[in-house]
């Protein structure tokens, strides 16, 4: 019988940023389908935020995966998409470049971004 810990796997994530006094790594458990900004809420990390639906971008932050596997969120919502461009964090050439070839793009919404098994830095 497998240990039910083996199910759950630990994603490391590190937010910096001049609102902290220092960078502040969290442990989140990947796969639990919570996103970014509530993982930092529950860590009281004081990302900026209005609607927390996808709609206003305001908590916009760029992510880097950290170690060398490759990234694996990589897909951005459909809220993303439009939001990102709106708000001038990604042109309609860089969503070109980024849907056809797969790869993360460094901008990223705290309220639509899934904790996925991966280690991260995210700045804002």
């Known amino acids: 019988m497998a240990d039910s810990q083996e199910d ?17 790594t969290v442990y989140a458990v990947a796969g639990d389908r919570k996103t970014l900004l509530s993982v930092a809420q529950e860590h009281k990390i004081p990302i900026h935020y209005e609607c927390q639906d996808g709609e206003c971008g305001s908590c916009a932050v760029q992510v880097t995966p950290l170690g060398s596997n490759a990234p694996k969120a990589v897909h951005l919502t459909e809220k993303e998409k439009t939001v990102l461009v709106l708000n001038g964090k990604l042109s309609k050439n860089d969503l070109e470049k980024i849907s056809l070839s797969d790869v993360a793009p460094k901008w990223r ?5 899934m904790v996925l098994d991966e280690d991260i830095l995210v700045e804002f």
């Open 8 to 24: 759950f796997h630990m994603a490391n994530i590190t937010f910096s940023s001049p609102a902290l006094k220092k960078d502040v």
């Open 109 to 113: 919404m705290a309220c639509q971004y």
